[in-house]
């Protein structure tokens, strides 16, 4: 059975930095791209940032371009997203997300974790 | 620009069937979309995917009362006989090499 657990999140002031991270199982980590995703209080769907199997290729929404990224340990099957210079609008729940392999879709999710950016 | 857009809310009755929409952008009818289901206080659920075609793929234990179609650049979720643990926020979702993107998503209430 596929599990992916979030945790790290929690309350950030302003400008500061926070580390999600997301544990993985029942499944071969390695072989399969993974994503983040977000939703902001009240609102939808929001991809945030994709890493290959590998993790040698990442791409980002424009929205944290810069500030965040996305790594993985693919000997501790997990994903981490470092969240840096963080703002008002990043206040959401993230969702660690599996990819269905050769295609850009999500196809196994967490159960989220909030992040609170408050001034 | 690709955009997805579905419209904010639709209903129906328990036991009936909806259709629920997401229409793709001028230019981009032929991307396929994936279909997602978020029930209150939960993490989504991959529910299938749609190709251009009408063909669709389900993920695991996605129930038969569940089906996509296409049409054009319209991809559809059409669930028949409603149950109330349906009521839930549906969003679709397509990508390119680079990217992901979702539609806004559509709130169904089972009446």
């Known amino acids: 059975e596929v599990q992916l657990v ?14 999600l991270s997301c544990a993985a199982s029942g499944f071969t980590f390695s072989t399969y ?14 991809w945030v940032s994709v890493i ?4 040698g290729i990442t791409y980002y929404a424009d929205s944290v371009k810069g500030r965040f990224t996305i790594s993985r340990d693919n000997s501790k099957n ?8 963080l703002r008002a609008e990043d206040t959401a729940v993230y969702f660690c997300a599996k990819s269905l392999r050769g295609m850009g879709l999500e196809d196994y999710w967490g159960q989220g974790i909030q992040v609170t950016v408050s001034s | 620009q690709l955009v997805l857009t ?5 209903s129906a009755s328990l036991g009936a ?18 279909w997602h289901q978020q029930q209150p ?19 695991d234990g996605i129930p038969d009362r569940f089906s996509g179609s296409s049409s054009g650049a319209e991809r559809y979720l059409t669930i028949s006989s409603l149950q109330s643990e349906d009521e839930a926020d549906y969003y679709c979702q397509t990508w390119g090499t ?14």
């Open chain 1, 6 to 19: 979030e945790s790290g999140g929690g309350l950030v002031q302003l400008g500061g930095s926070l580390r």
């Open chain 1, 33 to 46: 791209d993974m994503s983040w995703v977000r939703q902001a209080p009240g609102k939808g769907l929001e």
């Open chain 1, 52 to 55: 290959s199997g590998s993790g």
């Open chain 1, 78 to 85: 997990t994903l981490d997203l470092q969240m840096n210079s």
């Open chain 2, 6 to 10: 579905q419209s904010p809310s639709a």
């Open chain 2, 17 to 34: 069937s909806v259709k629920l929409t997401c229409t793709l952008s001028s230019g981009h009818s032929s991307y396929p979309i994936a």
């Open chain 2, 41 to 59: 206080e939960k993490g989504p659920r991959y529910l299938m995917k749609v190709n251009s075609d009408g063909s669709h793929i389900k993920g």
């Open chain 2, 98 to 111: 680079d990217f992901r993107m979702f539609g806004g998503g559509t709130k169904l209430t089972v009446l």
